[in-house]
């Protein structure tokens, strides 16, 4: 991570998988609208989100950024996930 910490997705205390959607050839990511990236949305185990990006692109590396609560929601709504109870507040700020 930007702040050196080591995140362990094994460890986490949840995760959401991404939705996609059949573009009529293929399954598209909606988080980043590509059928070769990815994203997985986690709750560390002290509470804090972060997302891991993956690729299919050769040579690409995983890699995984921490998230505001707000784009947690954001991320969780997109995806059609139900919001776990710390985030539910952020639902009216977030969407319309």
């Known amino acids: 991570m930007e702040d ?3 995140v362990d997705t094994t460890n ?3 995760s959401w998988n991404e939705e996609t959607d059949w573009d009529g050839r ?3 990511s909606r988080a980043t609208g590509s059928q070769w990236e990815h994203q997985t949305l986690y709750k560390s185990r002290r509470g804090r989100y972060y997302i891991v990006h993956t690729s299919q692109w050769q040579g690409s590396r995983p890699h995984a950024e921490w ?3 707000q784009t947690a929601t954001r991320w969780l709504i997109l995806h059609e996930h139900e919001l ?3 985030l539910a507040k952020y639902a009216d700020e977030v969407s319309e």
């Open 67 to 69: 998230v505001s609560p």
């Open 26 to 28: 293929n399954p598209i």
């Open 12 to 14: 986490s205390a949840g």
């Open 4 to 6: 050196d910490t080591v």
């Open 84 to 86: 776990p109870d710390d």
